[in-house]
């Protein structure tokens, strides 16, 4: 079974421009969740779908967007990049409600905002 | 407000010893917890994970600890191996919602 996909795997950007990237999960799965990880404060919860719905969302500014397709396949849009926007986006799916169902995640986007 | 806390950034054993990594939670609705490896330039892989109605569960080589009175758990790698020189992520949830991530604590197993 293939794992979960990310592309881009890099990404340069300056800042003001507006980036879009894309998760496939793992077949099967319907929940799908970003994080953002920045050196020292670990993996900071962005949002999660399930079946094209927002069911959660973290404390991040409203550039920071997201949606799900029918295909469960998923993708988080920033606009107005920032320097600090600077970092590691992981998306992980599992099969149902992600806070007891084990996530796998994909290996990431990293995207650099000069 | 970071409701999981691994104070420890870093923590350096040798070979064929224990390795004990901490966490600490603040939200006493947690239910679950979990942990997570990461290696340089891949996602994190989920490692070991524990219910709050347990206090103790063991998988191989690594066991997770809850102590909920105290809002701690830990994850105990024996022996430890150079091939588990990674960074460890605890993570908590409540109620089957949102995961909450630690800041990681990065693994050196010396050999």
């Known amino acids: 079974k293939a794992g979960v996909t990310q592309t881009p795997r890099y990404l340069i950007k300056t800042r003001g421009q507006q980036v879009t990237l894309s998760c496939s999960p793992i077949s099967g799965h319907r929940s799908v969740s970003w994080y953002q990880q920045t050196p020292g404060q670990g993996l900071q919860f962005l949002f999660e779908?399930?079946?094209?719905?927002?069911?959660n969302k973290g404390n991040f500014p409203g550039r920071f967007s997201g949606r799900q397709f029918s295909n469960s396949r998923s993708e988080m849009n920033v606009s107005t990049l920032e320097l600090g926007d600077s970092a590691l986006y992981l998306c992980a799916s599992s099969f149902d409600r992600q806070g007891t169902d084990t996530q796998y995640f994909g290996p990431g986007t990293r995207l650099t905002v000069l | 407000d970071q409701q999981v806390k691994q104070n420890s950034p870093s923590l350096s054993v040798q070979e064929g010893r224990i390795s004990i990594l901490n966490c600490d939670y603040t939200n006493s609705m947690f239910d679950y917890f979990l942990w997570y490896k990461k290696y340089p330039a891949e996602g994190p892989t989920f490692l070991i994970s524990?219910?709050?109605?347990?206090d103790k569960n063991e998988d191989g080589r690594f066991t997770v600890f809850l102590n909920k009175s105290a809002k701690h758990l830990s994850l105990h790698i024996v022996p430890s191996q150079p091939g588990d020189s990674a960074v460890y992520f605890c993570a908590a949830s409540a109620g089957g919602f949102k995961t909450i991530f630690g800041a990681g604590t990065r693994l050196f197993v010396k050999a």
């Open positions: 779908y399930f079946s094209e719905t927002q069911r």
């Open positions: 524990i219910s709050s109605i347990k």
